[in-house]
């Protein structure tokens, strides 16, 4: 069995399914977390799936990726567009990244349409909905794969 793939959340995607419904959908993130781990299962990659409000929380995590995941697949919600401390974090993991938002981030205002983690993600999925989790799992499958 391969490493784990992580897949995490940043601030506010606790929310999903309850804040602006009209943008991010109605699926809780609950939901999200159940459809990874059934497909990770399908594809025989375990999954963890985590969600923090704190920048903190999920810089810790990607540390602890270095040793303990095969890749990983974020979205930083807000932090996308800010922290430069995330993506320093994701510079210092060595296996693949992909970088998910529920919205397309690039129809929306303007300040979302800078990310720091695309300096380092090996791909993005933007505006898939919550769907674009399970993309971004059978891609990472494959990736670690090779
Ligand atoms: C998001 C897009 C971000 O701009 C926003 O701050 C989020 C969610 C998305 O999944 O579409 O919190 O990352």
Redesign the pocket.
Known sequence: MPKPIFILN????NLLGKRQPEI?GSETLADVAATCAALGDELGHAVRFEQSNWEGQLIDWIHEARDAASGIII????F??TSVAILDALNAFDGPVLE????N?HK?EAF?HHSYVSLRADGVI?GFGTQGYALALRRMATLVAA
């Open positions: 940043g601030p506010n995607l991010y979205n930083p919600g807000a996308t567009h998910v938002h529920i919205s981030v929306r979302r933007a």
